[in-house]
Antibody, heavy 120, light 106 residues
Framework: EEQLVESGGGLVQTGGSLRLSCVASGFTFSSYWMTWVRQAPGKGLEWVANIKQGGSEKYYVDSVKGRFTISRDNPKNSLYLQMSSLRAEDSAVYYC?????????????WGQGTTVTVSS | DIQMTQSPPSLAASVGDRVTITCRASQSISTSLNWYQQKPGKAPKLLIYAASSLQSGVPSRFSGSRSGTDFTLTISSLQPEDFATYYCQQSYSTPPLTFGPGTKVH
């Protein structure tokens, strides 16, 4: 079964840092782009960042550029999101997802999510 | 950035109803449009990719279509398990990958 499991969420103070992890199983992790998507409480989905198979290309939503870093460790089947200078508006459930497609770029496998709460 | 709008924001429906949700892009995105279903407390689920292709394992009562910059998700006969929030997502101009604001079917 293709599966993604996130961890690392928690309560952090404004300005603090947190590292999210996502472990993949059941598929060849190194063959896929991977993505982080977040959802603030009661709000819609927001794409955060994605990373190419080998890690050579990384893209971010403007609101996290310079503060978040996406990375991956293919031998460990793991995806990461290093978050720093956290703000209240970063509070959300963070999902990792597998990205597929050549032009339609859909997310077809999702983790269960990990909750980040930023509070002063 | 390409903006996505959805209508209606919410809709009331009954089991057996035909349900139609519309997503509009602020500019042409060809067929680079996907649809997701999300139930409370759960991760989103991919339903339709490339505007009209049914994701494996998704019931055939779900379908997608395109007319210019307007995209439609149709549920031919609403089932109890279909009450959820539906999101469209464009991937034509990326980054960012942009989601619509969602439509809650209740």
């Amino acid at each position: 079964e293709e599966q993604l499991v996130e961890s690392g969420g928690g309560l952090v103070q404004t300005g603090g840092s947190l590292r999210l992890s996502c472990v993949a199983s059941g598929f060849t992790f190194s063959s896929y782009w991977m993505t982080w998507v977040r959802q603030a409480p009661g709000k819609g989905l927001e794409w955060v960042a994605n990373i190419k198979q080998g890690g050579s290309e990384k893209y971010y939503v403007d609101s996290v550029k310079g503060r978040f870093t996406i990375s991956r460790d293919n031998p460990k089947n793991s995806l990461y999101l290093q978050m720093s200078s956290l703000r209240a508006e970063d509070s959300a459930v963070y999902y990792c997802a597998r990205q597929v497609g050549t032009y339609y770029y859909a997310m077809d496998v999702w983790g269960q999510g990990t909750t980040v709460t930023v509070s002063s | 950035d390409i903006q996505m709008t959805q209508s209606p924001p919410s809709l009331a429906a009954s089991v057996g109803d035909r349900v139609t949700i519309t997503c509009r892009a602020s500019q042409s995105i060809s067929t680079s449009l996907n649809w997701y279903q999300q139930k409370p407390g759960k991760a989103p689920k991919l339903l339709i990719y490339a505007a009209s292709s049914l994701q494996s394992g998704v019931p055939s009562r779900f379908s997608g279509s395109r007319s210019g910059t307007d995209f439609t998700l149709t549920i031919s006969s609403l089932q109890p398990e279909d009450f959820a929030t539906y999101y469209c997502q464009q991937s034509y101009s990326t980054p960012p990958l942009t989601f619509g604001p969602g439509t809650k079917v209740h």
